[in-house]
């Protein structure tokens, strides 16, 4: 082997482009000996950093890198969730609460899975708990079915789905504050790095 073939080849910076639902703005950087070693990574970027919106301030959007062109990786968005502070605070104010976790099929036939919190004030009989996880359940799932899975995001960020949601609910009993803790594709559960863990590889600029 020749000398050059020993030596280690030099690294670039790559750009980390947000996907076309966020405009491709940029997202963050990473070094890398070759473009194909930052695929099929998880990027967790905040919602407030992508709209500038501080509303957004205690959401995130999962992306995931999935091609590379002209020193650019790019991104499809793979999931969104809630910062557990700001979902712990919730839970403590609450008297009573109702949490779930079920996976849907979007309209282009994605599967998703979804976690809502309700935090209830008060503390309702069991029968109202009871109609009250039903009819959640029932609403959500129908709602994720007649949507595709950008649109269901979309939704989720600018607040349609929670205030549909809510309105539902109030048929059975007041609620308010209903946080969508996280929706995700359900690839991710299968994924061999956690998003926690790449962000120490992966360097987030903020804009």
């Known amino acids: 082997m020749t000398q050059q073939l020993l030596k280690k080849k ?4 790559y750009l980390i482009i947000a996907a076309n639902e966020f405009n491709n703005i940029e997202i963050g950087e990473t070094l890398l000996s070759e473009p194909e070693q930052g695929l099929n990574k998880i990027i967790v970027v905040s919602l407030y950093t992508l709209t500038n919106d501080i509303k957004r301030q205690n959401n995130l959007i999962l992306f995931k890198t999935i091609s590379t062109k002209d020193n650019k990786i790019n ?3 793979i999931g969104y969730t809630t910062l557990s502070s700001y979902v712990k605070r919730q839970i403590r104010a609450s008297k ?6 079920f996976l849907c099929k979007t309209k282009d036939n994605i599967i998703v899975r979804i976690k809502p919190l309700v935090p209830i004030k008060y503390k309702p009989k069991k ?3 009871t109609a009250l996880r039903k009819k959640l359940k029932n609403y959500l799932t129908n709602a ?3 949507q595709n899975y950008i649109d269901i995001i979309n939704s989720i960020i600018n607040f349609q ?9 109030k048929k059975v009993y007041p609620v308010s504050n209903i946080t969508i803790k996280s929706l995700a594709k ?5 994924m ?14 903020t804009i």
């Open 10 to 13: 030099k690294k670039k910076w």
């Open 75 to 77: 991104t499809e968005i």
């Open 96 to 101: 009573s609460r109702i949490e779930e976790s």
């Open 127 to 129: 029968s109202v708990l």
């Open 144 to 146: 994720i079915e007649k």
């Open 161 to 169: 789905m929670l205030k549909d949601l809510q309105n539902e609910l």
């Open 186 to 190: 359900e690839e991710i559960k299968g």
């Open 192 to 205: 061999s790095e956690k998003p926690e863990e790449i962000k120490h590889t992966l360097q987030e600029k």
